[in-house]
């Protein structure tokens, strides 16, 4: 064998392998491809995750500054928008809420009251920032059949309280 058939000999084998190492890639790439996918697919879950982590604990702090941490009685609210006017507040449930606060909803009814005051108890319900504000969670309201601009409203709200 002489020295150019030996060169022949090693590229053909060179060549070869290249094929081989060429398929088993091909063979190989889609089930990496796939766990890589997964992988970001985890870590854009994560990222997300975090974020709503550093949320919530930008929440809890922002309650956690306020001097007083007990909401403003439904009651007394109430009874500054809307002098004289009877009410029924009925508390709901109470759920645990982050760092020992307690998410407390209540429901109350005002009838019969001008729907066009009730803007003025929904920016009462947000308070002065030195407490928790009520948050609105549902509202109904019946328009009175006798006088106009009138009627029966149920609101249901919650508020955090330590």
Request: proline content about 7%; some cysteine.
């Amino acid at each position: 064998m002489n020295r150019d058939q030996g060169f022949r000999v090693v590229a053909i084998a060179l060549l070869l392998l290249g094929i081989i190492l060429a398929a088993r890639a091909m063979w190989r790439t889609p089930p990496v491809a796939e766990q890589i996918r997964a992988k970001l697919e985890d870590l854009a879950q994560m990222t997300q995750l975090q974020a709503g982590k550093r949320h919530e604990e930008g929440a809890v702090a922002f309650f956690e500054r306020m001097p007083n941490h007990s909401p403003v009685p439904l009651r007394e609210i109430v009874g500054r928008v809307f002098p004289g006017l009877p009410s029924a507040v009925h508390s709901r449930e109470e759920k645990e809420a982050a760092s020992g606060w307690v998410a407390r909803r209540a429901e109350f009814s005002l009838d019969p009251v001008a729907l066009a005051d009730i803007s003025r108890l929904l920016a009462e319900l947000q308070g002065d920032g030195t407490r928790p504000p009520w948050q609105l969670m549902d509202c109904q309201i019946k328009v009175s059949g006798q006088t106009p601009g009138y009627g029966c409203v149920t609101l249901g709200v919650q508020a955090l309280e330590k």
